[in-house]
Every structure is written in C-alpha cells, then in structure tokens.
C-alpha cells in the first residue's frame, strides 16, 4: 500500500500541471471505487469544478475545488493515478475512473485490485470528520515530546501504535520497520516501556526514513508509480524490510520477520531490543 512518501511523491508530480485546471467530466468504469454517493452524483458535483489546490493528508489525497468541495483519493493497495492526454485517450484494462480537463489532460485512476476509493465531501468539516487523522509526521508538530504523549502509558506494541492512522497520520509497514530498525527498537515492544532517550531517537528516526523515502521518489515493490507512470528507487536502499535471512546492514545478523497484528515485521534480533 502507498505510504506518505509515495503519495506526497505522486501529488508534487501531478501538483503543479492540474492546479487550476477544470475538470470537464468524469467517467466511472467501476461503480465500487465510488464512496458516499453514486457515480452519476460525484460527476454531477465536480464537473465545471477548478482545482484550487491538490495536497495530502495522511495516505489520502485531496483535490481542493474552487465551491469549498473536496475530491478525496485513496489508492489502497494498487492504485495509480497517471497523467495522459485526453485526445486521444488511452485507457487500461484496470482503469476505473477517468477525470478529463478542459486543458486537453487527463488523469486515469488505474486500480488492479479494486481496493481504492473516490470520494467527495462538501466542505472541510465533513472531511475532517471523516478521515480522522492523526499527527503529519513530517509537520513540526510531530516532536518527540508529541510522540512521548502518544506513546505514554500505552501496552500495545509499538509497531501497532505507529500504524494507528489516527496518531500518526502516513506511516505503513515499510516506513514503520525502517524506522524502528534506525531506532534499534523490536517492533513488539510495548510503546508505554519505552525511555525518553528511545521516544527521541524513534522520532528522529521516522522523520528521517521518510524525509529519505521521498528523496528516493518512494517505494515500489510491485504497482506503485507517481502521476507519470515512473517507479520510485527507495526500495533499493530499505535495510530490513522485505530482506528476511539477509544479512543486517549494522551488525551482519540475519533479518528476521515475525507477525504482528497480521502484518509481517521485518527486524534484526540482534541490534534492536
């Protein structure tokens, strides 16, 4: 599933060739991906509608219109929005909405696994109310004295807590192992137990994948790509995720993975306690 990385890396690539654009129309293939009103409603709302602003909250990407609107994107697991000509247009065998622009582009939302949604909310505050989000981890609100309240007095494992879309906003498996192997903590560690030395590293470390995450243009380990169909190159410098019975960068151990909460969690027993 894209994490913050790869969804901010799809936004700043279709940012600034949609910003102030109008969308023409909307065809919707897959009545499914459609959350909250009918396909024929959602192209009835943003037809005629110019795009303000396109940012992201959390995994969620969020097409700001000119009447106080809002289009709402979430990719899941496999989706793609990638940018194309409208004349002609091409379409994909899994494409399941096509938004054209009175520009001549066109944005085509491929999903393979029909996992994504397209959404549309009136205003700010049934957006807010809807996706509940927690701290942006890259917001200079997430301190460590932040994350040491979200962590206070807390039994579940820390791994769990910093997957919790409602503390912590953008953060998924890949980012939470990378950094929890920069932090050297077990991601079964129970997030209440942890020092303030280790909340200060913790958030040093997830700022820091992250900011590196984005540099690297994301991760794709198999669908992901940015608005213009291009991979991202994060997924040749991961340290432990996806690398089990390899050998760890720091200490030479071999990457373990063990299940959490249904998830797998890659980490290395010997230099994260």
């Not at 929890?180 to 079964?188: D, T």
Request: glycine content about 10%; hydrophobic content about 40%; overall charge positive.
């Amino acid at each position: 599933m894209p994490e913050l990385p790869e969804v901010e890396t799809v936004r700043r690539s279709l940012a600034p060739r949609l910003t102030g654009d109008v969308i023409a129309s909307v065809e919707v293939f897959f009545d499914g991906c459609v959350e909250g009103s009918t396909p024929e409603e959602l192209a009835w709302r943003l037809e005629g509608r110019r795009i303000l602003e396109l940012v992201r909250r959390g995994k969620y990407l969020v097409f700001q219109l000119d009447d106080g609107a809002s289009l709402v994107i979430h990719l899941r697991m496999t989706g793609r929005l990638i940018l194309i000509p409208a004349d002609p247009v091409e379409l994909h065998p899994h494409t399941r909405v096509l938004f054209r622009f009175r520009s001549g582009k066109a944005l085509r939302f491929d999903d393979q696994r029909k996992f994504g949604r397209v959404m549309w909310f009136r205003n700010s505050t049934s957006l807010k109310r809807r996706l509940a989000l927690g701290v942006e981890p890259l917001d200079p609100a997430f301190t460590a004295a932040r994350l040491g309240a979200l962590v206070k007095g807390r039994k579940r494992p820390i791994k769990s807590l910093l997957l919790d879309q409602k503390l912590i906003a953008g953060l998924g498996n890949i980012y939470a192992d990378e950094a929890l192997f920069r932090a050297r903590l077990l991601p079964w560690r129970p997030a209440g137990e942890l020092s303030w030395q280790e909340v200060e590293a913790l958030c040093a470390a997830i700022r820091d994948v992250l900011a590196e995450g984005l540099k690297y243009k994301g991760t794709t380990l198999r669908d992901y790509v940015d608005g213009d169909g291009r991979t991202g190159m994060f997924q040749e410098r991961l340290q432990v995720y996806g690398r089990e019975g390899e050998p760890c960068p720091r200490c030479g151990g071999a990457v373990a993975r063990v299940v959490l909460g249904g998830r797998s969690s890659f980490h290395c027993p010997r230099c994260q306690v």
